[in-house]
Every structure is written in structure tokens, then in C-alpha cells.
């Protein structure tokens, strides 16, 4: 189903996930705007019928996210917001800086914030949307040496949940995805080989989900979805 003068926007554009989002919006479109500190983004899929509009965006500064979302109503309603940003480094928590641990947070929990909320005014005014948040296994569980994941991961299901309470009966459909598995991609490209077929998560395959939950009836709404390869213990 293709839409005509509507926008969507996705916070968080990197060569993965958020290209894919990116991607798979464009195709149904939608006027999409990427944002990413750097302004990275793919170019318009060949099938596309929208447009990729790339924006640099920090979605720790409130005036940035604001501005986006204003672009973004400018150029027609706004129909989706995906939050998709986030930072991690690995540490032991005797070894973790308090700073890169108030960054991770920041950009993964108070980020994801801000976005909800821009898209939430602007959704408002037309009494529908659908503003998507990404999560991961983090989400549920702090692993050792996870600490500056998990922490706003966990944070950004509650807001996530908050929304989802708040917004639903206004018609806004507010979902969490769990992404529990590593997603395919250069990086880990062995992994796959070594671990066998489709034993990392797709980036396009969730962007088809993520598609899904946008186009779902408000008489079955999804608030969570989780998703993992099919080898994936858990």
C-alpha cells in the first residue's frame, strides 16, 4: 500500500538496522527523513517511491530532535518515528568510565525520549501515528560487563511502555522491539559463517517487521515484539 505526502522519520542511520529502515519506508512512499550524527544514509531504493531526506542529528540535544521533527511535519504528516540510536563499549564496572556511562545513557534512554516526545506533538495533532523504539536483549537483562547497555536499554523499554499507556488511547500505536541476537552485518560477518545460516538477524527482515507493526490494526495492537534467529537459546 503506498502513501502519498507523508513523512517518517528514523533517528539512528547507520550502515544496518537504520538504513534498512530507512529503505523499506522509502519503498512504501513515505518521505523519509534519516538522521544520524553524521548524516549517514542510503541512497533511494531503485523501487523506491518516496524520497530520503538525510539530516544530521544529535538526539541528546533537545533543540536538534525539536528541529528535525518540525522539518519533518513541514513536509507532510508525520506517519512514523523510529528510535533506533545507541552507543556501548564493553567494561568492567570497576573499569568503566562514569562519563562514557552517562553518554550510553544519554544517547540510549534520554534520546529515545526526546524522539517519543517530538513525534508525540506532532502525531497528536492528527490523532494517529506510530512511534517505534529499539531494544535488545539488553532490555530484559544486565549481562556481566554490560552495565552502560543495559542501563538504558532497560530504561528505554520503560518510556517505551509509558508511551505505549499514554498515547494508544489517543491512536498512537507506541511498540518495543527486542532485538535479541546480533544483527548481520560487515562486522560480524564470520559469526555467520561460523555459525551457520540465518544464524544472525536480518536487517531487512526486521525493518519488514517494523513495517508490520506500523500497518497492524489498533484492534490488535503489538506494545512488544521480540525477534531473534531461529538458533538463538533463550
Not at 511535519?73 to 552517562?102: C, I, M, W, Y
Not at 529515545?112 to 501515528?129: E, N, P, S, T
Not at 530484559?140 to 518510556?159: D, M, Y
Amino acid at each position: 500500500m503506498q502513501v502519498k505526502n507523508e513523512t517518517a522519520v528514523v533517528v539512528g542511520v547507520g550502515p544496518g538496522l537504520g538504513s534498512a529502515l530507512v529503505n523499506i519506508f522509502a519503498k512504501q512512499g513515505y518521505s523519509v527523513f534519516a538522521a544520524a550524527r553524521g548524516e549517514s544514509a542510503p541512497d533511494a531504493p531503485a523501487s523506491s517511491t518516496g524520497e530520503i531526506i538525510r539530516v544530521k542529528c544529535d538526539a541528546t540535544d533537545p533543540a536538534q530532535v525539536e528541529d528535525l521533527f518540525s522539518k519533518a511535519e513541514r513536509h507532510g504528516p508525520l506517519r512514523v518515528a523510529v528510535f533506533n540510536a545507541g552507543v556501548f563499549q564493553k567494561a568492567n564496572v570497576v573499569e568503566t568510565d562514569p562519563a562514557e556511562f552517562e553518554r550510553c545513557w544519554r544517547v540510549g534512554c534520554f534520546g529515545g525520549f526526546l524522539v517519543g516526545r517530538a513525534a508525540a506533538k506532532a502525531m497528536l495533532k492528527h490523532g494517529a501515528g506510530t512511534i517505534l523504539f529499539t531494544g535488545a536483549t539488553a532490555s530484559l537483562r544486565g549481562a556481566a560487563g554490560f552495565a552502560n547497555l543495559a542501563s538504558p536499554k532497560f530504561a528505554l523499554r520503560a518510556v517505551a511502555q509509558s508511551l505505549a499507556r499514554e498515547l494508544g488511547p489517543k491512536g498512537i500505536h507506541v511498540a518495543h522491539a527486542i532485538i535479541d541476537g546480533q544483527i548481520h552485518s560487515r562486522r560480524y560477518a564470520h559469526l555467520a559463517d561460523e555459525r551457520g545460516p540465518d544464524s544472525l538477524l536480518d536487517p531487512t527482515a526486521i525493518a519488514e517487521a517494523y513495517l508490520a507493526l506500523h500497518r497492524q490494526p489498533r484492534s490488535a495492537w503489538t506494545q512488544e515484539l521480540d525477534l531473534r534467529p531461529w538458533v538463538e537459546k533463550f
